[in-house]
């Protein structure tokens, strides 16, 4: 069996064939290529996770609310704590604080990534 970098089974052969295989194998492009352009690991490519009307409602509530200043996580003497340098990042974030929004998002994130970071990962 010939299996891509997901795992997925792209051809099989018998032993005899083995001319076959490596004729296939030659033709197929690098391995950091298969998904059609470079993926570095691990990444998980998934589209259509959002519709198109929820994320113009999401985009909405932060062109309306504005963003707060984010940071990042960084460990400083054995604990892990937020910070903001604005030399290794600036970006401004929307805290998505009503129930019924977060429930949307998190019913999407369950129906549609969840699974396949189970397929792809074996990791719930």
């Known amino acids: 069996m010939l299996l891509d970098p997901t795992l997925r089974v792209l051809k ?23 998904a059609e352009f470079e993926v570095h690991a691990p990444v998980l490519v998934l589209s259509n996770v959002l519709e198109p009307e929820f994320c113009q409602h999401l985009i909405g509530l932060y062109e ?23 030399r290794h990042q600036v970006r401004k974030d929307y805290t998505i604080e009503d129930r019924t929004l977060m429930a949307q998002t998190q019913a999407r994130i369950l129906r549609r990534v969840v699974p396949e970071i189970e397929k792809v990962h074996c990791f719930r």
């Open 12 to 34: 099989v052969y018998s032993l005899p064939e083995h001319a076959a295989l490596f004729a296939y194998l030659h033709a197929l492009p690098p391995t950091v290529r298969f």
């Open 64 to 86: 309306a609310h504005g963003g707060e200043q984010g940071g990042f996580m960084r460990e400083v003497y054995a604990k892990t704590v937020g910070v903001q340098d604005h």
